[in-house]
C-alpha cells in the first residue's frame, strides 16, 4: 500500500479548549446541545461522530482567513466535555469516508479544484495533490458545505 501525499489536520486542541471556555462563559455565538440523533453532529477535533446524549458546542470557524477573496466562517462542532485530537494523520478519517465533498485551494487561499468525494476519497485527495499549484485540501459535508478538516501535503 501506497502512503497517502496529505496529512490530516483536524481542529488544534488549543482552539477547542478556547471554544469551550467561551461556550462556559455564554458567547452568543457558542451553542451547547445534545445530540438526538447519529451521524449529525461531526466532532472536528476528534473526527468522529458525536453520539446522541452527547454534549457538543456549535461555533463558527473561520476555515479561510477574512482577509482574502475567498474567506469563510461556518458552524462547526465539537464535543462539548472534551475529547483526544484525531491521532492518526496518514489516515482518512474511517467516520467520513462518505458524505464529503473535496476543495482544492493553492498558496493564496483560492480554490482551484472542487468536486464530490464519492466512496473514495483518498484517490481523489491523491488527484488534487497532484495538481502542483495545490497546497491543500478542505474536506467539507457534500449536503451542508460545512468544513469538516484539512488536508496538507505530507
Ligand atoms: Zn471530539
Redesign the pocket.
Known amino acids: 500500500m501506497t502512503k497517502n501525499p496529505f496529512r490530516v489536520v483536524a481542529l488544534p486542541t488549543s482552539l477547542a479548549e478556547t471554544a469551550r471556555r467561551n461556550a462556559a462563559a455564554g458567547a452568543r455565538d457558542h451553542r451547547t446541545t445534545t445530540v438526538e440523533s447519529a451521524q449529525t453532529a461531526p ?1 472536528r ?2 473526527l ?1 461522530w ?1 453520539n446522541p446524549g452527547e454534549r457538543v458546542i456549535l461555533f463558527p470557524f473561520q476555515s479561510i482567513s477574512s482577509a482574502r477573496p475567498y474567506g469563510e466562517s461556518g458552524p462547526v462542532f ?2 462539548a466535555d472534551g ?1 483526544e485530537q484525531y491521532s492518526a494523520p496518514n489516515e482518512f478519517p474511517a467516520a467520513f469516508r462518505s458524505g464529503r465533498a473535496l476543495r482544492a485551494y493553492n498558496e493564496d487561499d483560492e480554490i482551484v479544484a472542487a468536486q464530490l468525494a464519492g466512496d473514495a476519497p483518498e484517490e481523489l485527495a491523491s488527484e488534487m495533490f497532484e495538481i502542483p499549484e495545490v497546497q491543500f485540501l478542505h474536506v467539507r459535508s457534500a449536503c451542508h458545505g460545512c468544513y469538516t478538516f484539512k488536508l496538507e501535503r505530507a
Open positions: 466532532c477535533h476528534c468522529t458525536a465539537i464535543h475529547c
